[in-house]
């Protein structure tokens, strides 16, 4: 019965970590402010596509809960390159939600912004950036004066990216977890030396 049970333990250990072996290749960096780790996608790509690749990290696109955690993405990662966040409208035009923490109230929207533009209300010349569908997704590190001084906020865009960044499909977007992902080796290792000492106690 012991022996049962170590290893119905040991493989509760092993199963939320085992499928993140990918998310090695890639460089954290871990805030004590929220205590979570973060690190860019590796592929330049529409929103849905940051998406999709956080998810297989095992994380989401991350969720910025307030200044703080905002200033210090700014200072981990280029202050001044824009970045996909995990901010959207897309399912409801003007209720925007965040795809990994729904609970966060923090914004900082440029002036003017979220303003959804569309070929149809782009000023002439500039609907060659946008789509009919509108801007449902966020970026941040969106360089705009802000009383008399330039600041870094958000700014709603297309899913293909702003407008500076489409002939090359897209920007990077910042991935945020709770863990570190280790490799599946690892974590089974380390489940066979617990079992193991638990048969020798026996």
């Known amino acids: 019965m012991r022996i049962f049970l170590a290893m119905v333990l040991s493989l509760l250990g092993v199963l939320p970590f085992a499928h993140n072996d990918e998310a090695l290749a890639y460089q954290w960096f871990f805030n004590s402010g929220s205590g979570h780790y973060y690190t860019l996608t590796e592929n330049v790509g529409h929103w849905t596509d940051a998406v999709t690749e956080a998810q297989s990290l095992g994380g989401?696109?991350?969720?910025?809960?307030?200044?703080?955690?905002e200033a210090w993405l700014r200072q981990t990662f280029d202050s001044e390159y824009t970045y996909w966040i995990g901010f959207t409208d897309g399912n409801q035009e003007g209720n925007w939600v965040w795809v990994g923490d729904p609970s966060s109230t923090y914004t900082n929207w440029a002036p003017g912004e979220p303003n959804n533009m569309t070929i149809d209300t782009a000023e002439p010349g500039w609907e060659q950036y946008q789509t009919r569908d509108?801007?449902?997704?966020?970026i941040m590190n969106w360089i705009v004066p802000v009383d008399g001084e330039w600041k870094a906020c958000w700014n709603d865009v297309p899913n293909l990216g702003p407008w500076f960044a489409q002939a090359g499909g897209g920007v990077l977007g910042i991935v945020e977890a709770t863990y570190v992902p280790l490799p599946g080796s690892f974590w089974l290792f380390s489940s066979a030396c617990g079992l193991l000492a638990l048969l020798k106690r026996r």
């Open 60 to 69: 989401y696109l991350v969720t910025i809960n307030d200044a703080a955690e």
């Open 134 to 138: 509108g801007e449902h997704f966020a």
